[in-house]
């Protein structure tokens, strides 16, 4: 292989890897981004649909895309009660900063633990028609198994600032994250709001999980691998911002495959958490943030 | 009216109702109330990977423990007295183990400490034994000892004396003795102990069997897609391909290795987690034409004695334990290194460490997984390291696995029972 079908190649395997990338920090993004929750249970939130996908597959042989879109309710209720719980204990009363992460650790170990005893510790995969399947475009080959996940993710990214930007909700939940005080002295709720948003930010998780397991194998204790990436990819791509987040995740990718073919992979994760710092050394909101 | 009675009743009639009552609460108590030493169970230690990325292992080789003391204590237990397992989660993480063996022996005063399962779980119990001159079996670790050289160290392993060395020596032997024969090769594997150990001797195989290297390259163990990786290896056109890599690259691996279309000469080596149930039945015919390593598999040439009856009884409770259902990597050894421990203590009639440690040391002893014999630096006299090859592998069926045929042994010559199919491309 030539120099350069390598390179083009490195290059698309980094944006379909960031595409997907997105998907699991979108939640985050507006968890952290807009909401000020610092949710670290989100990636096992993720691994929670990619078991559901999972079982889903084994069971009924459902596509995990399917899968993912239908549980995508029952995440969003799931995500609005955990918003209540925590609001009740520790946001009303001012002390979500340190306990509010306890809470979260919380909730990690438990649904962590929970799917350890319900599946087991074996690494768990899914079949589906496409997975294993390559595309050949001239110099190109790119693999089903990360295209597929990349527009999906491109597809929910896109739904997702459709309502953060064209509905009133999507507004309201901008207004919350500007001045919470002011929006309650329009009338709205910011707790409903907020519930609101959290809940959106967790029913991601369902259709990011299914993601995750086309991609690779998954267990359990995987959710703690993607904490550091997915609060550096809501950062660097600044808070909040949905689109920031797909860039981000895209430069995270494209950095990580370009490095891993290039210069040993061994480097990868370095780069793309160097390229974190140097960005926030200049621009602070991150990239798309408003500061 | 009764009350009265007993109150006024005289004192040697209470006396001896007392002791009528004191008897016959002997009496039902029964053979507990022999003397508490005889009772006093020989308590045996570890710490063992039950959740983490190589619990999958941890919990099958768990099973196999618990059979074994199991077996060990319907027949009489060891010295007269019942064995006692006793356990900790390591969760895969090293950090863990230190505070483990040190709560097993200061706290729960066992008797005996074996290993947890794997090389990076293994090298944090070293200082620990090391320093209270204790015995040690040692649960699937490459080369845990080398730095050390810890004489009452003892490795179920049958990686051989050499390890490192000997892990690979197989594959690239098999390499050296095709035609037309390889000249390069690519060596890949996770930033981790035992795939620094495995790649390492790899290196010094490839020096002796004249190879030339392409590419020596590491990856972080985090890694989510393999493509570039596997796009770089196959950018330099290798003739050989070696990979020492944990379950999760493993796969990551053998998916991007199709989907990329990497087509070396031979490919394999050193990838762990082509021996489970899980990935078997998901990876299916993708695997073939990989040459792997593996320690047992159901073909003519490994038939020991007890093998075949240990592994019914595991496989019987296999499912309900939510554990690999075949069981043939890790459980047998897991099982064979308590029963050399046992033999041991029944040999030399005593716990005492250093006795033990030097009965095992000189004997070589019939176990499950045949005859194991010690070299003094604790693994085994002969390596019996096997390369199979996945051939003629059909769908994603299970039982297919539990017949000879889909995995034939092609090296160590004395245990070969079937030819490679060469180069990769052909097999496929």
Redesign the interface.
Known sequence: ?VASD?LL??VV??V??GG?YTAVSLGVSVAFGLLDVVNIAHPVFVILGSYLAYAMNVTLGLDPILTGLAFTPAFYALGVAVYRVYYASFEKTGQESLRGLVFFFGVLFIVEVGL?LQF??????V?AGY????LRLGPL?V?L??AVPCLVALALTAALAAVLHGTSYGRAIRAVAQDSFALRLMGVDPVRVKAFAFGLATATASLAGALLIM???V???MNR?YIGRVFAIAVLGGMGSVGGTLAAAVILGVA???T???Y???W??AVSFGILLLTLAVRPAGLFGQA | MRQAALRTASRPSRLLALSVLLALVAALAGPGVAPAAAAQPIKIGFGMALTGGLAGNGKAALLAMQIWAEDVNRKGGLLGRPVELVYYDDQTKPANVPGIYTKLLDIDKVDFVVSGYGTNLIAPAMPIVIERKLTFMALFGLNNNEKFGYRNYFQIMPAGPRPAVDWSAGFFELASKQTPRPTTVALVGADAEYPHNALAGARENVRKFGFKTVYDSTYPPTTVDYTPIVRAVKAVNPDIVYVASYPPDSAGIVLAAHEVGLQPKLFGGGMVGLQFAALLSKLGAKLNGIVNYDFWVPEPTLKFPGIEEFLKKYQAQAEKAGVDPLGYYLPPFAYAYLQILGQAIEATRSLDQQKVADYIRATEHDTIVGKVRFAPNGEWATSRVLQIQFQHVEGTDLAQFTRPGKRPVLHPERRRSGTLIYPYTRAR
């Open positions: 292989m390598l190649n490195a395997a980094g379909l890897l997907f350890l087991g510790v074996d690494y768990r995969l079949e997975i294993g399947e390559t080959s693999a198994r990360l991609i690779g194998p267990e359990p204790a691998e990580e495959s370009l891993a073919t290039f040993g992979p061994s990868a994760l």
